[in-house]
């Protein structure tokens, strides 16, 4: 959820401000570059064995997905659309709210399956590495004892979660996207 | 009135300069009916773009209702795009209603000057649909309520 909304939130902020979109941009890159699972040792080094770094990990890995699509999306709004706005009195406050932010969530919600899959990779290899609860301790536990049983019921359930979080998603997209003429 | 002064609009590229407009003056009074006719690439929406303060000119002036526009829109001017300007997200009542509540006036006066626009622009009856379920005719008559919403009762 966290990574979702900065990601969302970030990406329409840089679509609107290009001059800071050109200055962040090397930075953006490098970081999107790095290899997720490369930072989960770094990561769990500095938040601890507990909540906290499996956050900070599913972040990473949902944040630039979310991130870049609401960005294209940002940048894809046609600007016959906002010049009309701007004729009826439309300020840039309302314009974000009523014609820049709907836009921008349907090209953020495309990104959510995956995102929803990011997310759980980064908290079971989270919890691989350092962790004393949670299924990927399960399944690394399992692996020690040799109990496939555990460990085949670790992997039912993360696909069970990962199956409900997308149908959430799914429900929310056609409550948020009815205007759009696949959900009609 | 309309008056637009010897204004001209250059683009310039990494190689040259494009002279989209070249000191162009024309004035249009109060209720005068003018075309702007030319081939494509003349500089006819260059010419309308600046009018209506979405690009500033980079030579000349222009005045409507005798105020200098500088890259800013001027207040009461309707403009109807070659596109559906309008939100697909949201209904024929919201996209009538959008001028309105962005100037924030009441609830009651916008569901009154909505009714009355929607009838007036053929689409009674359809205000609770979205744009891509209206035909391409009703879609065009569509852009053209959020601009009368305040002009029709003047």
């Not at chain 1, 014609?99 to 899959?117: D, G």
Request: aromatic fraction near 10%; include cysteine; glycine fraction near 10%.
């Amino acid at each position: 959820m966290v990574g979702v909304a900065t990601g969302f939130a970030v990406g329409l902020l840089l679509s609107q401000n290009r001059r800071l979109a050109r200055i962040l941009n090397p930075y953006v890159i490098a970081l999107n570059s790095v290899p997720r699972i490369a930072l989960v040792p770094l990561i769990t080094m500095i938040f601890g064995l507990g909540v906290g770094s499996k956050v900070v990990t599913a972040w990473f890995m949902v944040f630039f997905l979310v991130f870049f699509n609401t960005f294209k999306g940002g940048l894809s709004i046609e600007r016959e659309l906002v010049d009309f706005c701007r004729t009826l009195g439309g300020t840039p406050r309302q314009i974000t709210r009523t014609v820049r932010v709907p836009n921008a969530l349907a090209w953020a919600f495309t990104a959510l399956p995956n995102a929803v899959s990011f997310a759980l990779i980064g908290v079971v290899i989270s919890e691989f590495v350092g962790s004393t609860t949670g299924m990927g301790y399960l399944m690394i536990t399992s692996l020690a004892t040799l109990n496939s049983t555990d460990m085949f019921a670790s992997v039912v359930v993360l696909s069970a979660v990962g199956v409900a979080l997308v149908t959430l998603i799914r429900r929310a997209e056609r409550r948020l996207l009815r205007w759009a003429p696949e959900f009609r | 009135m309309i008056e637009v002064e010897a204004a001209s609009k250059v683009y310039g590229t990494a190689t040259r300069e494009i002279w989209a407009v070249r000191d162009i003056s024309l004035s249009v009074g109060g209720g005068e009916f003018v075309s702007i006719v030319g081939p494509s690439g003349c500089g006819k929406s260059t010419l309308l773009n600046m009018i209506a303060g979405f690009e500033a000119p980079t030579a000349g002036q222009i005045r409507v209702a005798g105020a200098r526009v500088a890259g800013q829109i001027p207040n009461g001017l309707g403009y109807i795009f070659q596109k559906d300007t309008v939100l697909p997200w949201y209904t024929v009542r919201q996209n009538i209603a959008l001028g309105l509540r962005y100037r924030g006036r009441p609830a009651g006066e916008i569901d009154e000057k909505v009714g009355a626009l929607a009838t007036l622009a053929g689409l009674e009856g359809f205000e609770e649909l979205y744009p891509h379920e209206l035909s391409g005719g009703m879609r065009r008559r569509l852009a053209l309520g959020p601009l009368f919403s305040d002009s029709w009762w003047a």
